[in-house]
């Protein structure tokens, strides 16, 4: 698969942050797995932070988050105008190609954190 | 994509040419191209690469490789419905060539001889440059870079227990010769340092990875010195060990700039492109809720020093204002336009 990029829309961070209730905030994702067929994923977060009453407050560790790529992507409702790219390696059968991945920070209304918290 | 073997070149073969047309002219490009129509298919394709590349490894403090490499070989393939015939080779000199592409050519029976246009280049959306050539650069030099990014981990506190950094850069000259008369002939210099950091305390372990890297020279070294890197690295496995364990449970997720992409990549693109063809998949279509605020692109190109972007392809819209506009497209027999490989195509791989 090669570049795959979602682009900017029209909110700052600071606002998808603060109309923030209660959520997570992912700095960095680790590994994943995706089937392919069915579109069910789950993400390790490298470093991630919890949102409580509109700011980012303490670190959290070992969450995952797990969906349905469809319905995950259709979950998306807010959408930041501050686009990057996220550099990695995408391969199948063995061999792997240089990709870029980016988007703008952008907020996903409901999805599965698997986590060991309560 | 070639399989390309690591091989010494043959004699007479200028490694480390300006272009890797230099290696290979049209003329055999396109008997190569009839050699694989000879039975027909919709198309073929000629895939050629060299890729000098230099990395090197440091681990726990000690430079564990420094490794230099030539990789160098073709790929032939032809297209019938949404099947493929592929060959390849690690030898670039005619008899080789004609032999992958009869060996790509037979799985095919799809009537007679195909046609091949004549090859012209094509005018590059993008051009990819190396401000500073990496080749250039001694390997003293990135040596020192991959030291540098672990004193300044290890710097960042005693509970950064483990370090390891790796430097790497290569240039990657490609030839894409097709029976449509494309002929995309494209350099592609890399680089990257990437570091791993690992802190402790209290039997409690934590890691931090930070990577930059892009299709550049140096120059990126110099915008992102290895120093900064190691402490992104360090100081997100540290920040990781005053974590408390994540709460479980339905909740709102925000994704820093990048991260949405990467979930895009892997999820609904990859599924996008391991069933998308000539029949539209159903989990695809169904992304049309009007909720979503979403628009997607998957890129080929377009995006200047940038990863994977290459000259021969372009850049496809697949989602607008919440609804699908397009698909992750791939070259068969009923999308001459399109291109890139898919995962449910069946492909008959042969060596010659």
């Known amino acids: 698969m090669t570049n795959t990029y979602i682009l900017n829309g029209s909110a700052t961070p600071e606002q998808i942050v603060a109309d923030t209730e209660r959520g997570v905030f992912v700095t960095a994702l680790a590994g994943g797995q995706t089937n392919p067929a069915t579109g069910d994923f789950v993400f390790g977060c490298a470093e991630a932070y919890v949102i409580d009453k509109g700011e980012v407050t303490k670190p959290v560790r070992g969450a995952n988050l797990i969906g349905r790529a469809i319905e995950v992507m259709s979950s998306v409702d807010a959408i930041a105008a501050d686009f990057d790219i996220w550099p990695g390696i995408c391969g199948k059968d063995g061999q792997g190609v240089p990709v870029g991945s980016g988007s703008p920070t952008l907020r996903i209304a409901r999805i599965t954190v698997g986590g060991t918290g309560a | 994509m070639a399989a390309a073997g690591r091989t010494v070149p043959r004699a007479g073969s200028p490694v480390g040419a300006a272009s890797i047309a230099d290696v290979l002219d049209r003329d055999l490009a396109a008997d190569v191209l009839r050699a694989a129509r000879a039975r027909g298919g919709a198309f073929a394709e000629l895939f050629v690469e060299e890729r000098l590349g230099v990395s090197v490894h440091l681990d726990d403090g000690k430079v564990e490789e420094v490794t230099t490499g030539l990789d160098r070989g073709a790929g032939v393939r032809v297209g019938y419905g949404t099947s493929f015939g592929y060959a390849y080779s690690n030898r670039l000199d005619r008899d080789a060539l004609l032999q992958a592409a009869e060996a790509a050519a037979a799985s095919v029976s799809d009537g007679g001889p195909g046609a091949v246009v004549d090859l012209r280049a094509l005018e590059p959306p993008v051009v990819h440059s190396a401000l500073v050539d990496a080749s250039s650069i001694p390997t003293e030099q990135k040596v020192a870079w991959v030291r540098k990014a672990d004193e300044a981990a290890r710097a960042l506190g005693p509970e950064i227990v483990q370090v390891t950094a790796t430097y790497g850069d290569s240039v990657q000259r490609v030839l894409v010769a097709a029976s449509d008369g494309r002929w995309v002939d494209e350099l592609r210099p890399r680089v990257r340092l990437s570091v791993n950091a690992v802190a402790a305390r209290d039997g409690n372990i934590q890691t931090g990875f930070h990577g930059p890297a892009g299709l550049a020279g140096t120059e990126l070294i110099d915008a992102n010195p290895p120093a900064a890197t190691a402490e992104v690295a360090a100081r ?43 029949s539209r998949p159903r989990s695809w279509t169904a992304w049309t809720t009007p909720r979503s605020r979403t628009r997607g692109v998957r890129s080929r190109s377009t995006t200047k020093g940038r990863r994977r972007s290459a000259r021969c392809c372009s850049r496809t819209g697949c989602c607008r204002d919440g609804c699908t506009t397009g698909f992750v497209p791939r070259r068969t027999a009923s999308s001459p336009a399109a291109t890139a490989g898919d995962s449910r195509t069946r492909t008959r791989r042969s060596r010659a």
């Open chain 2, 236 to 278: 997100r496995a540290i920040t990781m060990l005053d974590a408390a364990p994540a709460p479980a449970g339905e909740t709102a997720v925000v994704l820093a700039p990048g991260m949405g992409g990467v979930l895009f990549h892997e999820a609904p693109a990859s599924t996008a492109a391991g069933s998308a063809s000539a």
